[in-house]
């Protein structure tokens, strides 16, 4: 895992819930560093750095295109 490439740095989890199933559907190798520390304690995003997603070198390609497309076309909104 040490060679595996940040892509996006995220606040808190419920950011990236439907991004991480886009991944896993196209089994892109990825992981999110600090995800389990800040979903138990919030507060501590800011002083981590946020949550990072780790990236495989082999996958960057494909992943970027899912990030952009994710972000690009995201309609979910906060009711």
Excluded: C, W
Excluded at 2 to 18: D, G, M, Q, S
Excluded at 54 to 59: L, N
């Amino acid at each position: 895992m040490n060679n595996f490439i940040k892509l996006a740095v995220f606040t808190y989890p419920h950011e990236y819930t439907v991004l991480k199933l886009l991944l896993e559907k196209e089994n892109i190798r990825f992981f999110f560093q600090n995800e389990t520390v800040i979903g138990v304690i919030p507060f501590y995003s800011n002083a981590l750095g946020g949550i990072f997603l780790k990236v495989h070198p082999e996958d960057l390609k494909e992943a970027k295109a899912i990030l952009e497309d994710y972000n690009f076309e995201n309609h979910l909104h906060i009711v």
